[in-house]
């Protein structure tokens, strides 16, 4: 694909040498416009939402796409939209929040185990195994089947699940950086162990782990709102975005927008966060130059 | 087969057995140990104080965790999984109805997926940078990141509300024909198989791109041999191993998706019946469904890392 360029660079035309070039770097604009919607959405949908979300505002139950009711209603009469955009928040927030919280402690313990002496970082690493042959969902069924679920729960649940695989990744970028000579040097100069974590080995690792930071968040807000979906997870009168999947699976028969559209929001949001990351991933291992 | 490649696959169905153990005793852990007091909670806040004693006694609770989880280890490995609280029916017998149903659907959705799947991750191998290899690589990256039950709907909307092919949600035990097992089994196995092939196609496509990338085969290139000739005659035979690595590999993201297929499409298997453990809280089954669970889980990995152990012409050639 190596045509020679006689226009103008103008924007349009950078766009469409970008995808000539690599493939697809629109379908990474693309998922960086999903993840800022559904952001916003989460921010902003509880001010945004035309009617309260409890409330049933319409006689008819999984009524069609309409003007009054843009989205259709529910198995009860109530605005869709208005619960699309209140369970936004829920989806996005705490699998936002279980995702830096398992990637933080994955990054930390790695970064601990890696200026350790061998034995702590053995402790470690086995007890980060046997978490990670655990399915996550199969943690998720019993810690729900043990403690009943709340939103507490789901979160510890989300992070106990998801921190072995980045601690996994950290580690080994953390080991890779830690045999390089800068860092030898700092060890000689008799730095000290926090000093050599934080300053030296965890700047260099940064990007790497906010792009797997990203995946895991994907991965959490799939885990949750399959939890919601089984009715294990959040639970009512709060709703999330798999939570309305569940309460009107009974509009399937009848084709209803009710429990498409929940399904295709979580659908949009998940593959937003793909794009983006995969795209980012693959500009900087071409920068790097490695494959 | 030499004696290290021994060792090796020794040393780890070894890991194997131990990360099995340890898996025993967190799940024992979170269920029976952490969640407080089991005969408190089936008495009820108005049992008084000698009855609770009484309970805890003849449920045993008053002995030390690991005594107790002993007893649990000892009674699982004897084929004793308890009995469940909410039909008051012996663990294995509930459980004995269910597993075939789900091996059912694991074995036939294994059927599809994996030739699918090498036909897809070798093709667009193939054509990489490619048209279908783009196409390809979009379609897999949008279906590993959508939630199962989005599939479903989506399926269920499109074959049994539109097209009027299938009928959505229903499930008849009584299969007579194989028109009938089709008819049956065709939702369910399309919206398991959508995950797994991507998932699966991608990591096949990997394996054979990287044997398409080294020396002997641009050396084939070089000397003529026909493309097709070149992927399936030198590339294939030399990832095998990956593959097949990736393929029970994928296959334990089964595990996952058949607990939400089971339930949307009301099919009578493990999974649903695990999840139904955890609604009424049965602690007996869901132990029992997760310890069976992780076991499959973990053989599944077992053997993709036993594929790779094997497969390794540095171990086979020492």
Avoid at chain 1, 224 to 248: C, H, K, T, W
Avoid at chain 2, 12 to 20: D, F, K, M, N, Q
Avoid at chain 2, 110 to 134: E, F, H, Y
């Amino acid at each position: 694909m190596n045509n020679p360029i006689v226009k103008p660079p103008t924007a349009a035309v950078a766009l469409a040498l970008g995808k000539d070039a690599h493939g697809s770097s629109w379908l990474g604009l693309v998922g960086a416009a999903l993840c800022a919607t559904w952001l916003l959405v989460a921010i902003f949908g509880p001010w945004l939402a035309p009617h309260p979300v409890g409330e049933v505002v319409s006689d008819t139950v999984f009524g069609s796409l309409s003007a009054a009711y843009p989205l259709g209603t529910d198995y009860l009469g109530r605005d869709m939209l208005s619960r699309i955009l209140v369970g936004a928040q829920f989806t996005v927030g705490l699998a936002l929040i279980a995702a830096v919280l398992s990637s933080g402690l994955g990054t930390s313990c790695a970064l601990l185990s890696v200026v350790s002496p061998k034995w702590l970082d053995e402790l470690i690493s086995r007890l980060m195994d046997a978490f990670i042959s655990i399915p996550s969902k199969m943690l998720a069924l019993i810690m729900v089947s043990a403690f009943g679920s709340s939103v507490t729960l789901l979160v510890c649940t989300a992070v106990l699940s998801y921190t072995p695989g980045a601690f996994r990744i950290a580690r080994s970028m953390a080991v890779n950086i830690e045999a390089l000579e800068y860092v030898q040097v700092a060890r000689t100069r008799g730095e000290r162990r926090l000093y050599i974590a934080c300053v030296e080995i965890l700047p260099n690792m940064l990007n790497p782990v906010l792009a797997d930071l990203g995946l895991r968040f994907g991965f959490i807000v799939l885990l949750l709102s399959g939890m919601s979906f089984l009715g294990l997870g959040v639970q009512p009168p709060d709703a999330d975005l798999g939570s309305l999947v569940r309460e009107n699976i009974g509009g399937l028969n009848q084709g209803a927008p009710a429990i498409v559209i929940p399904a295709l929001a979580i659908g949009t949001l998940t593959i937003g966060v793909n794009l983006f990351i995969d795209r980012l991933s693959s500009r900087r291992s071409r920068r790097t130059g490695g494959h | 087969m030499n004696s290290n490649t021994l060792w090796l696959i020794g040393r780890r169905l070894g890991a194997a057995i131990v990360t099995l153990l340890i898996v025993s005793m967190v799940v024992f852990a979170i269920t029976a140990v952490l969640p407080g007091d089991a005969a408190q909670q089936s008495l009820g806040q108005f049992a008084t104080p000698e009855q609770v004693a009484a309970l805890r006694v003849k449920m045993g609770l008053d002995q030390p965790g690991v005594l107790r989880y002993l007893h649990w280890l000892t009674s699982l490995l004897s084929g004793d999984l308890g009995v469940s609280v909410s039909n008051a029916v012996p663990v294995t017998e509930l459980m004995a109805g269910r597993v075939p149903s789900t091996l059912m659907l694991a074995a036939a959705t294994a059927l599809v997926s994996v030739p699918l799947a090498l036909i897809l991750g070798i093709g667009s191998a193939m054509g990489r940078g490619g048209r279908i290899d783009g196409f390809m690589s979009f379609f897999t990256l949008m279906m590993v990141a959508v939630p199962e039950f989005l599939v479903a709907t989506l399926a269920v909307l499109i074959f049994a509300v539109n097209l009027g092919w299938l009928s959505a949600l229903s499930y008849s035990s009584e299969i007579t024909s194989p028109l009938q097992f089709m008819r049956t089994y065709a939702l369910p196995v399309m919206t398991l198989c959508c995950v797994i092939v991507a998932q699966m196609a991608r990591m096949t496509r990997a394996a054979v791109i990287d044997q398409l990338d080294s020396p002997y085969v641009e050396m084939a290139r070089l000397k003529g041999v026909s493309p097709v000739r070149v992927v399936l005659r030198h590339a294939l035979p030399n990832a095998i191993g990956p593959i097949a690595n990736a393929i029970a590999l994928s296959l334990s993201y089964l595990l996952g998706g058949v607990v939400i297929v089971e339930t949307i499409f009301n099919y009578p298997g493990i999974a649903s019946l695990m999840v139904d453990a955890v609604t009424n809280r049965d602690m007996a089954l869901v132990q029992a469904c997760t310890m069976l669970f992780c076991t499959a889980y973990l053989t599944l990995v077992l053997i993709a890392d036993l594929c790779a152990i094997l497969s390794n012409p540095r171990l086979r050639n020492q």
